[in-house]
């Protein structure tokens, strides 16, 4: 039996934005009401009006189709080969932006990247959202070194290898999405960030290029046996460090120095940084200097301490890296705002760290009834996946969700049965369906339905 959606709406808390400051909190309230100009035309796509007015417009004509244009009759401008190219002028709103609720301290800074107003599944390397512990670089690559060595053994032929040295060896090219482990965070604490750049916007698609950490390994002459875990070390000022598995080092691991096409952008690790499809971005190590090969865990600061789950019990679960199957609906999403009742496309990204995206289902009523998306490909592996589905508004109150389904049959989860396993003082990993609320003057909010 049918519920009124009114019901579920009862059920939808209104997430208290309790992480901002009076002056930030003012500031988040007029970003609901005016981000994106009140206009879906700066988010994912343009959203059309309705039949009634496109045929209106047919009728009485408009300036820019009765008369020509002055980029139809005039001469353009030269051809733009000199320097590095930029985007149009009038795509400048669209731009990484750091979040008003989190705490810049020093350079341990973050930037979200615009999920609402991307297509397809790859970020520009000029929208990749960033997570810096100590500040970026950027390095002399002819001056930079990758060490290769391990204790008792477990590597015969320990090695340093230069840039030239790495980009002489076969590479391989994949596309694989990056997330940060506390990416949607603050959702486990009712916090209803405004749009779905702050909400999902620390993760990130795109091509890498490198030599397989697996090849490298092989070269130094790894002993299988002994061999347990490799530690990767960056050259930033946190000098961070982290433990991969043995089965993931000799599986897809990368270490790259191409992204999209060029070499990495110094905020993204130049001239080297390793790539672990599937793994919280921790691991992913900018600025690679060193692998050290061993037969345990290496429990470094940022592994004992730091990137740890809080579970309900007291205890702290660690190496959890693993980002597992999540969803988001980027258009219609928080902050955006529907024109006109009418036809809208609802678009949306998926991901898991366990393999492909099999099915991505929407709601358009708080998670009463489901239907099946469109997967747009490439459909691949640890990377992220588009999804649409058409939807009608009727200008009434509407909640949107998207769920997705893995290859292992994994089923992203609602937030409380995400709770309900892992308490509400986590930080990562937070995984659950995020459902955006459509009231009647077409204003999108966040919300969290249970």
């Known amino acids: 039996m049918s519920r009124d959606l009114s019901e579920v709406i009862g059920r939808v808390l209104p997430a208290p934005e309790n992480h901002l400051s009076p002056e930030l909190l003012e500031q988040a309230r007029k970003a609901r009401r005016s981000f994106m100009g009140k206009a879906l035309a700066m988010g994912a796509g343009a959203m059309t009006a309705t039949a009634t ?17 002055e980029h139809t009759t005039g001469l353009g401008q030269p051809v733009a080969a000199l320097g590095y190219g930029q985007p149009s002028k009038w795509e400048a709103n669209l731009q990484r932006r750091e979040s008003p609720g989190l705490t810049r301290v020093s350079q341990a800074s973050v930037s979200f990247t615009p999920l609402q107003g991307l297509f397809g599944i790859i970020t520009p390397s000029g929208l990749h959202f960033e997570r810096h512990h100590q500040g970026w670089w950027d390095i002399d690559p002819s001056k930079h070194r990758l060490m290769i060595h391990g204790d008792d053994g477990m590597i015969k032929r320990p090695r340093v290898f230069t840039m030239d040295d790495l980009m002489r060896l076969p590479s391989v090219s994949r596309i694989h999405f990056i997330e940060c482990g506390a990416n949607s965070a603050p959702e486990w604490g009712n916090v209803a960030l405004p749009s779905v750049q702050y909400t999902h916007g620390m993760v990130s698609c795109s091509e890498f290029t490198g030599v397989l950490l697996s090849t490298l390994l092989e070269m130094c002459g790894i002993d299988r046996k002994k061999a347990k875990y490799v530690l990767a070390e960056g050259a930033d000022g946190s000098s961070m460090t982290r433990t991969v598995s043995i089965e993931q080092a000799m599986d897809d691991c990368i270490v790259a120095w191409g992204m999209n096409g060029e070499m990495l952008r110094p905020e993204n690790g130049y001239p080297l940084r390793l790539v672990v499809p599937g793994v919280q971005g921790v691991s992913w190590v900018k600025y690679l200097r060193r692998i050290e090969v061993g037969d345990m865990k290496w429990a470094t600061k940022d592994e004992a301490i730091h990137y740890i789950d809080h579970m309900p019990d007291g205890t702290h679960r660690q190496y959890t890296g693993i980002q597992e199957c ?81 290859s292992t049959g994994y089923v992203q989860p609602k937030i409380n049965q995400l709770r309900a396993v892992r308490g509400t003082r986590s930080i990562y990993h937070q995984n659950a369906i995020q459902s955006w609320l459509v009231s009647e003057n077409g204003e999108v909010s966040n919300v969290q339905v249970y």
């Open 53 to 69: 007015a496109t045929r209106a417009l047919a009728a009485e004509g408009e300036d820019v189709i009765l008369n020509l244009p």
């Open 326 to 406: 999540k969803s988001v609906i980027t258009t219609p999403s928080g902050s955006q705002t529907l024109l006109d009742r009418g036809y809208y496309n609802v678009t949306g990204l998926a991901w898991s760290g366990r393999g492909t995206i099999k099915r991505v289902d929407v709601s358009v009523d708080g998670g009463r009834n489901w239907r099946t998306a469109r997967l747009e490909g490439p459909i691949l592996p640890k990377a992220l996946t588009r999804f649409n589905i058409d939807w009608v508004w009727d200008g009434k109150p509407a909640i949107l969700q998207s769920r997705a389904i893995d």
